[in-house]
Nanobody, 119 residues
Framework: QVQLEESGGGLVQAGGSLRVSCVVS????????LGWLRQAPEKEREFVAA????????TYADSVKDRFTISKDNARYTVYLQMNDLKPEDTAVYYC????????????RGQGTQVTVSS
């Protein structure tokens, strides 16, 4: 079982920046891919970014590429999502998620943290 706890959401003006964090409870994480998903009101949940804990390889959704950066702190078992140049359409609940390397879907998800971007 993997438990994930997000923090760092909030309200920011368009063009601003915000960083959300996710602490991973399980210490055996080398086989995991950690990611961020988001869900806006009345929209389906979508992939934002992911990082392979072992290799550090990163992937991003096209909509956030060049604006968002996913990173990790091995010592703190924490994954970050640095969001720059935020737009109103980035408003959503952001979920930290985890899956085993090679799996199709993220099997584990946190409670989510709200990010609101005002225009």
């Amino acid at each position: 079982q993997v438990q994930l706890e997000e923090s760092g959401g909030g309200l920011v003006q368009a063009g601003g920046s915000l960083r959300v964090s996710c602490v991973v409870s399980r210490r055996t994480v080398s086989y995991l891919v950690l990611g961020w998903l988001r869900q806006a009101p009345e929209k389906e949940r979508e992939f934002v970014a992911a990082i392979d804990w072992s290799s550090g390889s990163r992937t991003y959704a096209d909509s956030v590429k060049d604006r968002f950066t996913i990173s990790k702190d091995n010592a703190r078992y924490t994954v970050y999502l640095q969001m720059n140049d935020l737009k109103p359409e980035d408003t959503a609940v952001y979920y930290c998620a985890a899956k085993r390397r090679g799996a199709s879907n993220f099997d584990y998800r946190g409670q989510g943290t709200q990010v609101t971007v005002s225009s």
